[in-house]
C-alpha cells in the first residue's frame, strides 16, 4: 500500500459526493506504487467491506469529468480504466502529482530545521557584536556593565521551559482502542488517524496524563468536535466486514 491521504480531500468538490470520497480514499490506499488498481469492484467490496453498490456508484462519479476540482488534467476525472475493453481495473489519475507531495509531518521538520538554524545564526551575530564592544582598553568597564544585567536575564530564560509531552512508550493502538473507536462513529479505515491526531495534539499541548487511555476514550469521544473527518459517513456501517463474514451472512 502505497497512498497518502490529504486532508485537502475533505475541503474539495468530492466533499458532497460521499460515496466517490470512500471509495476514492480505499483506491488511493490500495493501489500500487505507480497508482494502479487493477480490481474488480467485488474485489474493493470483499476487501474493505463497503457495501457493492455504494463501490459502484462512487466509481461512476470518479470517472466523470469535474470543473471543479483543483487540478483539471482529463478535464478534472479522478480514476480512468487500464483497458477500455473491460469495465474493471482503474489508474489513479493524479497518483503521482500528489504522492510527490510532502506529508505535513515533513513539512514540520523542515520547519524546525529551519528554525533551528536561524535561532543559531541569531545567536553567533550576537556574540560576534560583543565580542566587538569588549576592547582591551575598556575590557573591565564593559564587563561591569553586562555582568549584573546578563546574570538576570538568564534567570529570566531559565524559568520559561518549554512544556513537553512525555508520550509513554508502551501506549499504542489496540484492538479494544479501535473497537471502542469505532463503537463512538469514528470511521474504522480512519481510526489510525485519529490516534496520530492524539498524539500531534498532545505533543503541541504539552500533556501528560496518569491514564492515557482514560484520555484517548475521552478525545474519542468528542470526535464530532475534534474532527468530522474522522467520522464515519451517514449510511455506512462503522463495522468492516471480513470476506469470510461476507460470505456466512450472504450464505
Known amino acids: ?18 460515496k466517490a470520497m ?6 488511493i490506499v490500495l493501489c500500487s506504487e505507480d497508482g494502479t488498481l487493477d480490481m474488480t469492484p467485488q474485489a474493493l467490496h470483499y476487501r474493505t467491506g463497503i457495501p457493492l453498490d455504494i463501490i459502484k456508484d462512487g466509481i461512476e462519479i470518479l470517472e466523470q469529468d469535474d470543473p ?13 480504466r487500464l483497458d477500455d475493453h473491460r469495465t474493471w481495473g482503474w489508474r489513479l489519475i493524479n497518483h503521482e502529482y500528489y504522492k510527490n507531495l510532502s506529508t505535513w509531518e515533513e513539512k514540520k521538520d523542515r520547519a524546525r530545521e529551519r528554525k533551528k538554524k536561524q535561532r543559531e545564526r541569531e545567536k553567533l551575530a550576537s556574540d560576534k557584536m560583543m565580542s566587538q564592544d569588549v576592547t582591551p582598553c575598556h575590557t573591565s568597564s564593559h564587563m561591569s556593565q553586562y555582568t549584573d544585567t546578563d546574570k538576570d536575564t538568564n534567570k529570566k530564560k531559565n524559568t520559561k521551559k518549554k ?30 488517524a485519529f490516534f496520530d491526531d492524539f498524539r500531534n495534539w498532545a505533543e503541541a499541548k504539552g500533556a501528560t496524563y496518569r491514564d492515557w487511555n482514560a484520555a484517548f476514550r475521552t478525545r474519542v469521544g468528542k ?5 468530522k473527518q474522522f467520522l464515519a459517513p451517514p449510511g455506512v456501517s462503522p463495522k468492516c466486514l471480513t470476506k469470510e463474514e461476507i460470505d456466512r451472512k450472504n450464505a
Open 68 to 80: 471543479e476540482s483543483r487540478t483539471q488534467n482529463k478535464n478534472g476525472k479522478r480514476i480512468e
Open 1 to 18: 500500500m502505497y497512498g497518502k491521504i490529504f486532508e485537502q480531500i475533505y475541503e474539495g468538490s468530492l466533499r458532497m459526493n460521499w
Open 22 to 27: 470512500v471509495t476514492f480514499q480505499q483506491m
Open 223 to 227: 470526535a464530532p468536535e475534534y474532527g
Open 163 to 192: 512544556k513537553t509531552c512525555v508520550w509513554p512508550k508502551d501506549f499504542v493502538l489496540t484492538n479494544e482502542m479501535k473497537t471502542y473507536a469505532v463503537d463512538k462513529g469514528v470511521a474504522p479505515e480512519k481510526v489510525r
